[in-house]
């Protein structure tokens, strides 16, 4: 059984520019949570997809967007980027959204923003 | 949104249990409680969760008070590995984690 994978590991982008990040639930899972973990914090809630939907969204202003392909991967888009975007970029899921699911986690990409 | 609220640092000895401890007073009533811990440079690991019966599982147990409003992890015999930041979070419909803090777990040999 494969678990959640994340690419690319590290990424360093300056200010104005746009990120995609990927990642790939592990095998069964339909649905995907997004975090952001700044250093030295708890991670904060983005977005889930479930089946390719939108499922529920943290607090992250609309230049954070996502993606859930048919294979359930997934996508999370930055655009105009600040400097206050440098974190971790987690990536769970999860085999349903129900509340009773764990998510898996995987190890995440660190954004940096010059 | 439900709020979790953990002491920043425990310190524990090897071999020894652990009890941590975590506030989440305005939890909603269909909120499940659940416990991840974090390595450095690592994502979140799940340990375990419940909505209002105690739980164990391979890894810990969690004891959920009668009103909900806080719970405690117990690591039964604590070991090096197990030294990591350990999340307390609230899980709401729409996969909505809500992580605190985090508390600091140090195991001394």
């Known amino acids: 059984e494969t678990g959640v994978t994340q690419s690319p590991t590290h990424l360093i982008k300056t200010r104005g520019q746009q990120v995609t990040l990927r990642c790939s639930s592990q095998?069964?899972?339909?649905?995907v949570s997004w975090y952001q973990q700044a250093l030295g914090q708890g991670p904060q809630f983005i977005f889930q997809?479930?089946?390719?939907?939108?499922?529920g969204r943290g607090n992250f202003p609309p230049r954070f967007s996502g993606l859930q392909f048919p294979n359930y991967s997934s996508e999370l888009n930055v655009n105009a980027l600040e400097l206050d975007d440098s974190a971790l970029y987690l990536c769970?899921?999860?085999?349903?959204?129900?509340?009773?699911?764990?998510?898996?986690f995987g190890p995440g990409t660190r954004l940096t923003v010059l | 949104d439900a709020k979790t609220t953990q002491p920043n640092s425990m310190e524990s000895n090897e071999e020894e249990p652990v009890h941590l401890p975590c506030n989440h007073s305005?939890?909603?009533?269909?909120?499940?409680i659940h416990w991840y811990r974090q390595l450095p440079s690592q994502g979140p690991e799940y340990v375990i969760h419940?909505?209002?019966s105690n739980v164990n599982n391979r890894m810990a147990s969690l004891a959920i008070a009668e009103d909900r409003k806080s719970s405690t992890l117990i690591l039964h015999r604590a070991t090096l590995r197990d030294a990591a930041v350990y999340y307390c979070?609230?899980?709401?419909?729409?996969?909505?984690?809500?992580f605190g803090q985090g508390t600091e777990l140090s195991v001394k040999p």
């Open positions: 095998s069964g899972h339909n649905t």
């Open positions: 979070t609230v899980l709401r419909q729409g996969g909505k984690l809500i």
């Open positions: 419940g909505l209002t």
């Open positions: 997809y479930y089946r390719e939907e939108e499922n």
């Open positions: 769970a899921s999860s085999l349903t959204g129900d509340s009773y699911n764990e998510q898996f």
């Open positions: 305005t939890i909603s009533g269909t909120d499940y």
